[in-house]
C-alpha cells in the first residue's frame, strides 16, 4: 500500500481535531483510498508542550524549513491569521507541494497569489474547511453545482453572532449578557471584534464569491456591519413581526436576483455582470431558507439557473467538523497523487 506523507502546520483545536480523526478513522480511510496516510511532522511553537490530541507519530518541529525541505506531499495548513501562514503556503505550493488549509483569512486576503502559485507549480491547493467548517459547500459548488449560472450565495457564515442573536431572541438576554455566556461556553473568543463585527463573514464571503462569480473582492472592500449594535428592542421588534436577526453574508447579481430555468432570465443573467454585496445584519421571515438556522450553526443558501435554492446546513466551526472538511481534502489530493 502507497504511503502518503503529510505535514500539518499547528496541532490546536483544527490541526488537533485532523490528527484525531486520522487516528480514529486510518484503518477505514486506507481502504477507501488503498493509500496510508502517514503524518510525518507537525510544526508547532513548542516542541515540549505536553498535547490534548495525538501527534501520530509525527515529528515535532519549530522549524518550517525542515517541512518544506522534506519529501512530504501535502501540507495541511491550520495555523490561522495571515502571517506566517500566507508565506508558508506560498513557499509550499511554489516547491511543489500540494496544500490543503482551512485558514480563510490568509485565504481571503491572499487569494489571487495562493491561487497563482499552484497553478504555477501544477498543485492542488484545497480549502473546503474555511467556509462554513464540516458544510461541504465549496465541493458543491466547485462539484456537483458547476454547470449552474449562480445569480446569489447568501449564508449564516459565522456561528458566534448567530448563537448571540438567538440566545438574544429566545432567552431575552442582552447583547453584552449573551456575549459573556458565549465567551464562558467558548462559542466566542476573549476578543470577539472578528465575529461580532463581521470580519470573518467577510472572509468568508469574499471565498464563496470568488468560487461562484469568478470575482475577488479583498474582504476588507466587502461592506459589512455587525450586530454590536443590536438591541433587544431590535430583536424584540423583529419577532413581533414574525422575524429574526440574522448576520448574514450575500453576494448576487444585482439584475438578477433569483434566475429560474428559462431563457429569458438567462439573457438576463448575461447583461448582469455587475454583483452586489454585503455583510450585515438582516431581518428575515419564516419563509427565508436560513430563518431556522439558529444557535452556533451555519447555513449556506446557493441559487442557480438549473437547480434553483440549494440549502446546506450545519455545524460551521469545531475541531471535528473543521477536521472533517481538512481530511476530506486530504483524501482528495491523495487519491490523484
Not at 487569494?111 to 459547500?137: N, Q
Request: proline share 3%; aromatic share 6%; net charge negative.
Amino acid at each position: 500500500m502507497e504511503n502518503i506523507k503529510i505535514a500539518i502546520l499547528g496541532h490546536g483545536n483544527v490541526g488537533g481535531g485532523t490528527c484525531e480523526i486520522l487516528s480514529q478513522n486510518m484503518q477505514l480511510i486506507s481502504e477507501r483510498i488503498d493509500k496510508k496516510i502517514l503524518v510525518s511532522y507537525i510544526l508547532v511553537s513548542d516542541t515540549k508542550k505536553t498535547r490534548k490530541w495525538p501527534t501520530l507519530g509525527a515529528k515535532l518541529t519549530d522549524n518550517f524549513e525542515e517541512i518544506l525541505n522534506s519529501d512530504v506531499q501535502i501540507v495541511v495548513e491550520v495555523l490561522g491569521g495571515i502571517e506566517p501562514a500566507s508565506s508558508y503556503m506560498e513557499d509550499a505550493l511554489k516547491t511543489g507541494k500540494h496544500v490543503v488549509t482551512a485558514n480563510k483569512a490568509a485565504l481571503a486576503a491572499n487569494y489571487p497569489i495562493l491561487t497563482k502559485a499552484a497553478k504555477d507549480s501544477g498543485v492542488s491547493l484545497l480549502f473546503e474547511a474555511s467556509v462554513g467548517g464540516g458544510i461541504p459547500a465549496l465541493s458543491a459548488i466547485l462539484g456537483n453545482l458547476r454547470g449552474n449560472r449562480f445569480s446569489e450565495v447568501s449564508g449564516i457564515l459565522n456561528g458566534t453572532t448567530n448563537y448571540i442573536l438567538t440566545k438574544m431572541g429566545s432567552e431575552a438576554l442582552a447583547y453584552d449578557d449573551v456575549l459573556k455566556s458565549a465567551q464562558e461556553l467558548g462559542f466566542a473568543e476573549a476578543d470577539p471584534t472578528a465575529d461580532v463585527e463581521g470580519i470573518d463573514a467577510a472572509n468568508k464571503l469574499s471565498i464563496l464569491m470568488a468560487l461562484c462569480f469568478d470575482k475577488y473582492v479583498h474582504p476588507d472592500d466587502i461592506p459589512r456591519k455587525g450586530i454590536s449594535h443590536i438591541t433587544l428592542d431590535d430583536i424584540k421588534s423583529a419577532k413581533s413581526q414574525g422575524k429574526k436577526i440574522k448576520l448574514l453574508g450575500t453576494a448576487r447579481l444585482k439584475d438578477a436576483i433569483h434566475l429560474s430555468q428559462n431563457a429569458e432570465n438567462a439573457k438576463l443573467a448575461d447583461k448582469a455582470s455587475e454583483i452586489e454585496y454585503f455583510v450585515e445584519p438582516v431581518s428575515i421571515d419564516d419563509s427565508h431558507p436560513l430563518f431556522n438556522v439558529d444557535n452556533e450553526y451555519n447555513g449556506i443558501l446557493i441559487r442557480g439557473n438549473a437547480v434553483e435554492d440549494v440549502m446546506m446546513y450545519g455545524k460551521g466551526a469545531g475541531p471535528l467538523p473543521t477536521g472533517s472538511a481538512v481530511v476530506g481534502d486530504i483524501l482528495k489530493i491523495a487519491e490523484n497523487l
